[in-house]
Structures are given as C-alpha cells and as structure tokens.
C-alpha cells in the first residue's frame, strides 16, 4: 500500500502528471473529510484541498520515504494548512477560542447526502476515539481538531499545562495501541 | 541528559498544541538531531493518519481536481503560474536534468558512467541547496506576511529599539500586540560569537522574562516571533542581550538594545 503511494510521489517528483491524478483519487478522500472536520465550511475545505494537493505536487521532490508514509505526509499537512486557514479567519477576535461542542460536533450545512455520509462518519470517529478516557480524548481532540495550544486548553479546561501535556501524550500513546489493533 | 521532559513535549508538539517558549526549546532540541523525538514524531504522525484512514473516505467536489489538473498542465515545468517561483521552477529543471541524465546514460552505456555520475552528484548537491535556500526564503515570507497582517491591528505597537554598549550601531523595531504577542526585527547587529545568541526581555513591572533567543545573518539582520506575555501582563521595555545559546532564565550578558522607557 505504501509502496505504490511513495511510487507514485517518486513520479509526481518526475513531472509524471498521470501519476498526480492516481495519487489525487487515492487521497483526496482520506484528507477531505479531516479538512471539513476543522474548517467545517465545504468551501473553505475545498480551497484548502486544492491548497494542499498543490504543496504535494510541488514539495513531492523533497518527499523521503523514509521519514514516513506518503499518507502520514498528506494527512500532517492538511491538518495544518486546514488549522492555518482556521487561525487566519479568527486572528482579529483575540478571545477566539473554537467552542468545544461546536468545534467538535458542529456540521457546516450542506446537502442530505453529505449529511449522511458525515453521520455515519461521525459515528466511525467516535468509535476510535471513544476508545480513550474522556479526560485524553478532549485534549486531543481540542488540540488536533480545532487547532487550540496547550496554554489555551489548560486555560479552557483550568487544569494545570502539566495535566495538559500529561493527557495528550497518554491519549496518543492510547490511540496508538487502537489503531494498531485494528489495522 | 534525562530525556523524559522531551517524551511529553514531543506528543504535545505532534498534536499542534506545544506554544512559546517550550516550543522554542523543542524546536532546537529537534534541530540539534535527536532520534528519540524524531521516532516519538514520525509514529505520532502515522496513528493520526491511521485515524484519518478510519473514517469513511468522502469524494471532494469534482471541481478541485479539475482545477489542479488545469494548473498543473498549463504550469510551464513545475513553475506556479499564479505566483513567481524561480526557485521551485529551479527544482523542478534540475529534477528533470537528473531524469535526462540517467535516461541517456542508459543508452549510451557505460563509456560516460563515470562522467555522468559525477553530473548527478553536482545536481543533487545543486537541488538540495536550492531546496534550503527556498526553505529560508519561505520561511522569510511567512514572518513578513504576519507582519504585514499585525501591523493592520489597530491595537499594534511599533516600538524602536536603539544600539547600546558594544553594538552602538544597531537598531531594531519590535511589532507587538499586547495579547498575542509580536515580532522583532533587528538590523546592524554583529554575528553572535559561537556559543552565544542573541536573548529577548519583556519587562514590565516585575523581573524580565525571557522571550526567545536568535541569531542573525552574516548582513546582521535577524527577526524572532515573541510569544504573547502570560496574563497579559503589560510590556514597558523591549531589551536584547548577548547570552549563551541554550538561554538563560535572567539576563546576564550585556545589553546589546533596548526600547526607551
């Protein structure tokens, strides 16, 4: 599986303009919805999709194998570009700081059948990541989804930016261990 | 040296969430090469992906392929149509060099192995600088950009910072928001010797806090993020003195600039 997506980056870094086009189909879909999921407008999402899978088809010289999966690679960098995007939106409110059950829960409005696919989505998310004690799985979630520092969780949660650190670190350990186990 | 302080920053800085100085220090623990929080990353990076993976693919709006494979086909080489990008446009001609060079290697066999081999080494060694030199001026960019975004907040600050004691001629300027924090930029500031780096203060009522450390350029220009003060709290002085590199919790070197009271 890695193997003909690190092929297919090694092509892209040719000029191989075919090999962009597979390699659009194959992750476009793993990376948009987790756009949608932070940005949460479908048009912004889209903007940023195109945004990333430009970066990928002009970085993809510089793309190493071995520092990770060309999946690991996409995935790092939509979540960053769709954070940007977010941070960029909201850097006049200074007291922005994205709602909890709306930075998780809220659905940007969209047609019936997305609705649909982003309700049985939710419930697939919720399995992965309901595997994780409340306490890591809001951290995480606060951190990784709506794009909040570790000073603005503690300030959030009022806990201590010790207590902070401590949850993520055993919430990704935990959610290692589950993803491990069911790949 | 007890690593286990960099275990818990390196989950915080894989989920995006390691900020001010800790992330500073972070950042120069990894540049410094450490395998540890580079394997604690990667495995982190590859869980998240894991996550993404799990959830059910959704087929994006059909447009957004169309678009990049519009951009794609008309961009001359690997050039940005809508931006100037020599250096990327660079990368890209260099790439297809190398692809040329081995195709052509092949045919004409190994009577030109050794020469061409040597070409390939030069170009790679080419194609990894241009690949830094378009790193550094990216990164440049982005600090000029926020910049440009800051100074349109009517809240923002430009505070002038002026030469003392041994550096006389230096000047500098600091941008600063009082809740999110800024950016200085200094000029005419001599290499810091070996060992030592450039410190940053913000002094309020109470005793100078540390807000990074830098380094600047063989022209003496350099620019450094500071993080927002905790609280608050308000800023009265800007000051930058010559320190160790690794930090220091107060000032100790001399002081090389600072803001008028």
Redesign the interface.
């Known amino acids: 599986m890695a193997t003909i997506g690190a092929d297919l980056v090694r092509q892209m ?3 191989d ?1 075919d090999a ?2 597979v390699f ?2 194959r992750y ?7 756009i ?1 999921r932070i940005v949460r407008e ?1 048009a912004d ?2 903007d940023v ?2 945004e990333v ?2 970066e990928a ?2 970085d993809a ?2 793309y190493d194998a071995t ?3 060309p ?2 690679w ?3 960098r ?3 570009r769709a ?1 940007d995007r977010i941070r960029s939106t909201h ?2 409110s ?1 007291t922005f700081v994205a709602p909890l059950d709306e930075g998780i829960a809220a659905a940007p409005r969209e047609s019936a059948p ?1 609705a649909l ?1 982003r309700a ?2 939710r419930g ?2 919720m399995t ?2 309901d595997r994780l004690p409340d306490a890591q799985r809001e951290v ?1 979630e ?3 989804y709506a ?5 603005e ?1 503690a300030e959030r949660l009022k806990q201590p930016l010790g207590t ?3 949850r ?2 055993l919430g ?2 935990r ?2 261990e589950v ?1 491990k186990a ?2 | 040296m007890n690593h286990e302080p960099y275990d818990r920053l390196a989950a915080t800085y894989a989920v995006g969430a390691l900020d001010g100085q800790e992330r500073v220090d972070f950042e120069r623990h990894l540049a410094d090469g450490c395998d540890v929080c580079e394997a604690t990353l990667r495995d982190s990076a590859e869980t998240l992906a894991a996550l993404a993976r799990s959830r059910p693919p959704m087929i994006p709006p059909p447009a957004v392929k169309e678009e990049l494979l519009r951009r794609i086909g008309t961009a001359p080489a690997r050039r940005d149509a809508s931006r100037p990008r020599p250096l990327v446009w660079a990368v890209g001609t260099i790439a297809a060099t190398v692809a040329v060079a081995a195709l052509t290697g092949a045919y004409v066999a190994t009577r030109y192995e050794a020469r061409l081999g040597q070409m390939a080494r030069e170009s790679a060694a080419l194609h990894a600088r241009v690949q830094r030199e378009e790193a550094a001026l990216r990164e440049q960019l982005a600090v000029y950009r926020i910049a440009a975004d800051l100074l349109r907040d009517p809240q923002v600050q430009v505070v002038t910072l002026r030469g003392l004691g041994p550096s006389p001629e230096a000047t500098g300027r600091v941008i600063w928001h009082p809740a999110n924090g800024g950016y200085v930029f200094v000029a005419n500031l001599p290499a810091a010797p070996s060992g030592k780096a450039y410190a940053l203060w913000t002094i309020g009522d109470a005793a100078p806090q540390p807000a990074g450390v830098f380094q600047v350029d063989a022209s003496g220009r350099g620019s450094h993020r500071i993080p927002p003060v905790e609280g608050g709290k308000p800023v009265k002085v800007f000051a930058v003195t010559l320190e160790v590199e690794v930090g220091v919790p107060k000032p100790e070197g001399p002081t090389v600039l600072a803001s008028a009271k």
Request: charged share 20%.
């Open positions: 870094a040719a000029g303009r962009f086009a659009y189909d476009a879909p793993v990376v948009f919805p987790l949608l479908r999402a889209s999709l195109q899978f430009w088809w002009r010289p510089a520092r990770g999966s999946e690991a996409m995935v790092t939509a979540r960053t954070i850097r006049r200074e997305d696919a049985a989505d697939t998310i992965a990541l995480i606060l951190a990784y794009g909040l520092t570790q000073t969780i902070v650190k401590t993520i670190r990704l350990e959610l290692r993803m069911s790949s």
